[in-house]
């Protein structure tokens, strides 16, 4: 029976984030692509409450976990240059259960296109929902939210204090007893919700990938 609320509660996080808000280019002309909104960190912290109040006590130890990984997203938009994404991340994860890890990560950023190349650093919060948690094979949908400020206003005509925030589906292969390798796909949006002004908010949004370790 709890395992079937756990389900619901991803099936429901899956069925509020799909309301079109983002948009990014592709070249396969898939369109409009959005997961998160201004609801996610509700639903986040809402299944939170209620997958934690479903675990037995002593069902399960609460670990904490790092991880070290390299991040690479390209934004494809037939109107301008193309924009490169390299990233850099640390994470500081609670295992919560088997269901759920909560935490937070630490970022270097370099975007680069024809017109601007500048660097940054970032921080951001994130949840792991794991779809499968078998101890050799992780499978979860990967989310957060936070803020990037770089040396140079990004993207053109934007400014040097932007939020992000990213979703995708990662997996994590045991390689030795408490060593993983992470990898997966990730879209990522980048904003300053218009803090200043209509006219200074232009987005990147993206899909990329990454690959690293988890400890």
């Keep these: 029976m709890k395992k079937c609320i756990v389900t619901g509660i991803l099936a429901m996080m899956f069925v509020q984030i799909m309301h079109a808000q983002y948009e990014w280019q592709d070249p396969l002309n898939f369109g409009s692509v959005e997961i998160i909104n201004k609801y996610t960190l509700l639903f986040n912290v809402g299944g939170l409450v209620l997958s934690n109040w479903l675990v037995k006590k002593g069902n399960h ?3 904490w976990e790092t991880a070290f990984y390299a991040e690479y997203h390209q934004e494809y938009d037939p109107n301008s240059s193309t924009t490169n994404l390299f990233m850099g991340k640390v994470r500081l994860g609670l295992q919560l259960h088997k269901w ?32 499968i948690n078998k101890g050799r094979f992780r499978l979860y949908f990967d989310n957060g939210f936070g803020i990037v400020v770089t040396t140079k206003n990004f993207p053109k005509g934007g400014t040097s204090f932007n939020f992000t925030s990213f979703y995708g589906l990662s ?17 990522m949006h980048l904003s300053n919700a218009f803090l200043f002004g209509e006219d200074r908010n232009p987005s990147f949004d993206s899909i990329g990938f990454h690959i690293g370790f988890e400890f």
């Design 100 to 131: 759920l890890q909560v935490g937070g990560e630490g970022q270097l950023v370099k975007f680069k296109n024809a017109a601007i190349s500048t660097t940054g650093i970032g921080g951001a919060i994130y949840f792991n929902w794991y779809f």
């Design 61 to 63: 130890t609460r670990y």
């Design 171 to 187: 997996f994590s292969f045991k390689m030795q007893p408490d060593i993983f390798l992470k990898t997966g796909v990730r879209n």
